[in-house]
Each structure stands twice: as C-alpha cells, then as structure tokens.
C-alpha cells in the first residue's frame, strides 16, 4: 500500500565504530538489568504488599519521572546528555544497592520501597531525555541504531525476567536489585569513556532561564501535529491499557498457571521484540508512523490474550505478536522524532514526549489495584484490548501522522551541540 511503500538501506558507514560500541554496551546492560525489575516487584512487592503495593511502587517510579523529565530535557540540553546520563546512572546505582541490601537483610518497609522508586525515577528523568538526542551523535544510520538496540532490549527481556524469576526462586530479590546496580555501574563507565566530537563555541547570549528552555522546548513540540497527536492517543495508552497491564497481568497469570509462568510471558514479549527490531532493521516504510500504527494493531493481541486464555502456548503467542509489535512502532518513533526535530532542542522535545507518554501510565499504574473493585481484572483487560485498537484508528486517522514521511539520514554524524560546554554562556 502507498503508506508502506519499502526500500533496502543503503549502508554508507559502519555501524559499530568506537562511539556506537560504547553507547551500545551502556544501554544494552543497564537495559538487561531493567528487564529484571518489573518480574521482581511483581512477585517480590506483590508478595508483601499485594497488587495495590506493585501499582504504588510503580506509580511512584513513574510519577517522580513525569514531574521532572522536562527538566532532565533542559539540563541536558545545557549540560550535555552524556554528562547527565553518568550522573544518573550513579544514582541509580546507590538506590538499587540499597534496595539489594534491604531485601538481603529481610522484608524491607513498604516507604523504602516508595522512596528507593522515587529516587530512581528522578534519576531516569535526568537519563532519558538525553537517549534520544545521543544516538543521531553516535551512529551515522539512526534507524539501524534505534532498531539494534531494540533487539538489544528485547534480548534483555528475553532474559532477564527469566533470570530474576530464578533468582529470586533461588536467592530471593536482593540478588535481582545487586545485579541491576551493577549494570548501571558498568554503563555508567561506558558513557565517560564515550568521546564525542566538540562543536564550535556558542556565540555568547544572555543567560537563559529555565522557563525560556521549557517554553522553546514547548514551542518545538506543539508545532509538530504529528507528534502531539502520537502522544495525547499515547496518555489514553498509559491509562488503560500499558499501566494497567503489569499489574493485572501479573496476578491473572499467576492465578491461572502459576506464579513462575509470567517470567516466562515477559520473556516471550522479548523473542516478539527481538522479531520486531529485526524487521525494522530490514524495512524502511516511506511513511514510519503510518505503517507503524498499521502493525501496532497486533498489540491488542496481548491484553485479550491475557484477559481470555488459559491455554500457555496461547498466552505465549499473544506476547510474542504484542512485542513485535510495539517494537516496530518504537522504531518508527523514535527514528521520527531524531530525524525530524533540530539537534539543538531534540532532549528538550524528548523530555515532552517522555512526559506526556508516561504520564498516563503513572496513572493506569496507581489506579490498577482500586479499579479491580469495579470491574475484574479480565474485564479490565478487555477495555485495554479495545483502547489499543481504538488508538491505532486514531493514529491512521490523523493525516499529520499518516502522511509523516521518512528522513533520509546525513552522510555524516552531526557536531555534539551539547557535550563541549554549558549552554547559553
């Protein structure tokens, strides 16, 4: 069809120079170690706390996030993301350490828990903002860099909700929170040693304020229908069907086939990601956002197969076709957003979309556990099944988003408008 007219990549430089191969092991093991947590508060807080106690850790993780990550945007703009992204990396390796040896030494408060997600997600809002912006700096290719590092993240998902669930089946989830300290040390290392290439001295201005960055980064956004379309379907998304998914989903799985079947679900939600950054390696869409929002329909496949079926082969194919899905959509994304928003704003712009997506996650997360009260956890399911195809018409429905086309990348990487100095100085 005409929104996914197809092309092979012309390959014009190498992907694994210096650059990419430290921002690549950076990302791939603190990723290993994310993939991890979800499996370890699901069963290891929902074991003390229950659903409510799983969807206010993460609701905590995630509310932290949204207040700051405009922030996060600004500073790394001013900063540089790489400097940002080593300091959050250190913070998060002192709230996992503690969290490691609160759970070694027995049950660990519910407030420390709460507290321990909050610090992380104020951290996350420092790092994210900066992900999008590095990787048009330190790949010549942006959507073969964003789709191998989505395979690199759906092999962590591949085994890291295995490996915690036997962990914690072994050692319990002090083993999970130390291992995931240490990947964040170990990225941490990589992005100091990451050298970018210094861009000329700013000219010399007034001192901006911070309200000035955040209402440019502002202005950037709202003048982009295409993306403030994506993200106002994408707060629909968080609120009912990506927040409340973990945490219902945890307990029907649980409840119907056993406690250790949902590590192995996430897991397969990992081979459908590794699957769905393959194709995106392979398959350039004229028109991204368009033909993604055609695939992402397939993601409803995994609440209603949630919600429905007591079958495990089933269950496993749902997750299997929801991750190849979500997959291919994020790679349309975020090579869009790279390619189509000026370097010199991109973690500012990040920093909105970030917020604006997550935010309604922050919601669906809180309201999870209460909203069991009303309706069961399979209905539940359902409404989320619909409001994933009801958001994919939406999308198909916008022409700024169905008519977005591909950006052809630059032959060279571009100068780091942000790693040689503060900004606006």
């Known amino acids: 069809m005409t929104t996914a007219q197809l092309t092979r990549p012309t390959v014009q430089h190498p992907l694994w120079e210096r650059r ?4 690549f092991t950076a990302r791939a093991v603190s990723l290993l170690g994310d993939a991890m947590m979800p499996v370890a508060a699901a069963l290891a807080v929902g074991a003390l706390y229950g659903v409510s106690g799983v969807g206010a850790v ?7 996030f949204v207040l ?9 703009d001013r900063f540089g993301a790489r400097r940002m992204m080593v300091g959050a990396d250190l913070v998060r390796v002192g709230t996992q350490g503690v969290l490691a040896a609160a759970f070694l030494a027995g049950p660990p408060p519910f407030w420390l828990l709460v507290t321990m997600a909050s610090l992380a997600g104020a951290a996350v809002a420092m790092f994210l903002p900066g992900v999008n912006g590095m990787v048009p700096l330190v790949a010549h290719d942006p959507q073969r860099a964003n789709a191998t590092l989505k395979v690199a993240d759906a092999l962590a998902h591949l085994l890291g909700p295995a490996l915690a669930g036997l962990l914690i089946a072994l050692t319990g989830a002090g083993a999970v929170y130390a291992i995931d300290a240490a990947t964040f040390l170990l990225s941490a290392l990589c992005l100091a040693l990451l050298r970018l290439p210094a861009s000329p001295p700013p000219p010399r201005a007034s001192p901006r304020s911070l309200l000035l960055d955040l209402r440019q980064g502002w202005r950037e956004f709202r003048d982009r229908p295409w993306m403030w379309s994506v993200i106002l379907v994408w707060l629909f998304y968080g609120v009912l069907l990506f927040g409340p998914l973990v945490p219902l989903g945890s307990v029907l799985i649980g409840d ?13 939600l990992g081979i459908g990601t590794v699957l769905g950054g393959l194709l995106a ?6 028109r991204p956002l368009a033909a993604g929002a ?3 329909t397939l993601y409803a496949a995994l609440p209603l197969g949630v919600a429905l079926t007591t079958s495990l082969p089933l269950l496993l194919t749902a997750h299997v076709l929801g991750g190849a899905a979500l997959a291919f959509w994020s790679v349309m994304w975020a090579t869009s957003v790279q390619t189509h928003t000026p370097p010199a704003v991109l973690n500012r712009v990040s ?10 996650i922050t919601l669906g997360q809180l309201l999870a556990g209460p909203a069991t009260h009303l309706a069961s956890p399979s209905q539940l399911l359902l409404l989320s099944t619909a409001t994933c195809l009801a958001g994919c018409a939406a999308l198909l429905a916008v022409p700024a988003v169905r008519t977005l086309r591909r950006a052809a990348p630059g032959p060279d990487l571009p100068a780091n408008p942000v790693d040689a100095g503060p900004r606006g100085s």
């Not at 990419?20 to 921002?23: A, N």
């Not at 390696?281 to 004229?286: C, E, G, I």
């Open 20 to 23: 990419f191969t430290l921002y």
């Open 58 to 64: 993460l609701g905590a993780w995630t509310g932290t």
């Open 68 to 76: 700051l990550v405009l922030f996060g945007g600004v500073l790394s």
């Open 256 to 268: 119907r086939l056993g406690p250790g079947t949902y590590g192995l679900a996430v897991s397969f």
């Open 281 to 286: 390696l392979r398959l350039r869409p004229a």
């Open 294 to 296: 055609a695939v992402l």
């Open 351 to 360: 920093a909105y979309e970030l917020a604006g997506s997550i935010s309604g």
